[in-house]
C-alpha cells in the first residue's frame, strides 16, 4: 500500500479540526484553498447542519455539490463563524492571501463573520511575511499602469498576474498584481499605505482578522497559532 501523501495528511488534519468548531445551525462563511475545500467536503457528509456565504465560484460550486445552502450576504446575515485559506501566517498571525484570486470576496466574508479561523496547511507558516509568497494587490482596470506605477514606489516589482497568455481576471472584474513585500518593510504600514492607495480596489494583507490558525502537520497533528 503506498504511502498516504504528506500534503494531503496536514490538509485532512486541518479541515478535521475546523469541522470541530462548527456547530448545528450556524451560518458559516467559507473562503478558498484545498484545505478549505475538504473542510466544506467534511460538512457536506456530516450530520451538522449549516448554512453558507462563500467567498469564490468554486466553493460556491462545491458547497452546491454537498448540499450546503448557500447565502447571501445581503445586509440582514451575520456569519457566526469565517474559515479560510491562507497562502502565508507569521507568528503574529497576520496573513497574506490572494494567490486564488478572491482576495476581495474572502475580505468580505471574513470580516463578516464574529470569529474568522484560518484552516490550511503547516508549510504556510512562515517567520516573516513575503518569504514565500508574493503579495497580491487586487486593481480597477482602469487605469491600472498609473495603479502599478504608484504600488512601484511602495513595493518593489509588481507585476500583473497573467493566465493563459492573457490577464487574470478576478470573480469581480479587476487585475491583480503581485509585489514583492521585502523584510524591512512593516506589513501594517505598507496596509494603511495601501488602502489610501488610489486605483487599489483591495490588498492580501490580513492583519488583526484570525482569532487562530489551525495548520495540519504530514503526521496528522494540528499546529494551533492564537493570536496576541
Known amino acids: 500500500m ?3 501523501d504528506p500534503q494531503t495528511v496536514a490538509r485532512e488534519a ?5 469541522a470541530e468548531l462548527v456547530e448545528p445551525g450556524m451560518t458559516i462563511g467559507l473562503g478558498s484553498g484545498r484545505a478549505v475545500w475538504r473542510l466544506v467536503e467534511l460538512l457536506g457528509s456530516g450530520s451538522v447542519q449549516v448554512r453558507g456565504a462563500v467567498a469564490s465560484e468554486r466553493t460556491h460550486r462545491l458547497a ?9 450576504l445581503d445586509g440582514s446575515v451575520e456569519l457566526d463563524l469565517a474559515l479560510d485559506g491562507a497562502d502565508e501566517v507569521d507568528p503574529e498571525l497576520r496573513l497574506i492571501k490572494g494567490g486564488g484570486g478572491a482576495l476581495l470576496r474572502e475580505k468580505i466574508v471574513a470580516s463578516a463573520a464574529r470569529r474568522f479561523v484560518v484552516v490550511a496547511e503547516v508549510e504556510k ?19 491600472w499602469r ?4 504608484r504600488l512601484a514606489a511602495l513595493l518593489p516589482l ?8 492573457e490577464p487574470y481576471v478576478t470573480d469581480e472584474g ?19 499605505e495601501l488602502d489610501r492607495t488610489p ?5 492580501g494583507l490580513f492583519i488583526g482578522m484570525a482569532e487562530r490558525a489551525l495548520l495540519g502537520r504530514p503526521d496528522g497533528e494540528v499546529n494551533l497559532v492564537l493570536a496576541a
Open 2 to 4: 503506498a504511502e498516504p
Open 14 to 18: 486541518a479541515a478535521a479540526a475546523a
Open 64 to 72: 452546491r455539490d454537498v448540499g450546503i445552502e448557500v447565502v447571501e
Open 125 to 143: 507558516q512562515v517567520p516573516r511575511l513575503g518569504q514565500t509568497f508574493r503579495l497580491p494587490v487586487e486593481v480597477a482596470r482602469f487605469a
Open 146 to 149: 498609473d495603479t502599478r506605477r
Open 158 to 165: 509588481p507585476e500583473l498576474r497573467m493566465t493563459a497568455g
Open 174 to 192: 479587476h487585475y491583480i498584481l503581485d509585489c514583492e513585500l521585502t523584510g524591512d518593510r512593516d506589513p501594517e504600514e505598507i496596509a494603511r
Open 199 to 203: 486605483g487599489v480596489v483591495e490588498h
